[in-house]
């Protein structure tokens, strides 16, 4: 356990007011790894320590408030210089977290909106003459995983599907083969 304490961290993600929701996902990942994300997502009271305390006591109390110091400290050095004087009044992760989503992250109908012209963007997608399939598939790919950060799923069949339908004619024999041979509705998007 002790080499485990003793081993560099690395620093968390920089949060500077551009693409939030990826932002989210890596910050959650950072503080669940430092065991700090119970303090974001809980924001749990730490009871004072009762008359003639056990050391376990005393040392679970300890734990859980320098937990909750932790999980603030890790989000303060996780954005900028700007946005850190928005949030240094803010008295728990919690709150900080929940401006920085408030703030950030938009309310229902713009996340909605951005979902909406993002599956556009994607049904608007061809493959051009000079890419790859996984070229296309990852540019494809790319929008997909922009709609789930923000929340709507959009499946890899649904991206597969895209790309049989949308590929050039001189793939067209590939995926004749393709279809007599597999079930198209099985085939990881891995595959292509």
Known sequence: ???????????????????????AVKMEMYLEALDLWEAVEEDYEVPPLPNNPT????????ERNVRKSKAKACLFAAVSTTIFTRIMSLKTAKEVWDYLKEEYAGDERIRGMKVLNLLREFELQRMKESE?????????????????????????????????????????ASLTTLENTKDMS???????
């Open 186 to 192: 099985k085939i990881p998007l891995a595959e292509y």
């Open 132 to 172: 790859t399939i996984k070229e296309y598939s990852d540019r494809l790919l790319g929008i997909a995983n922009k709609v789930r950060l923000l929340g709507t799923e959009l499946s890899d069949s649904r991206i597969v599907q895209k790309i049989l339908v949308t590929v050039p004619e001189r793939y067209e």
């Open 55 to 62: 050391m376990a006591q005393i040392k679970l109390h300890k």
């Open 1 to 23: 356990m002790e080499a485990e304490s003793s081993s560099p961290q690395p620093a968390p993600p920089t949060f500077d007011g551009e693409n939030y929701q990826i932002w």
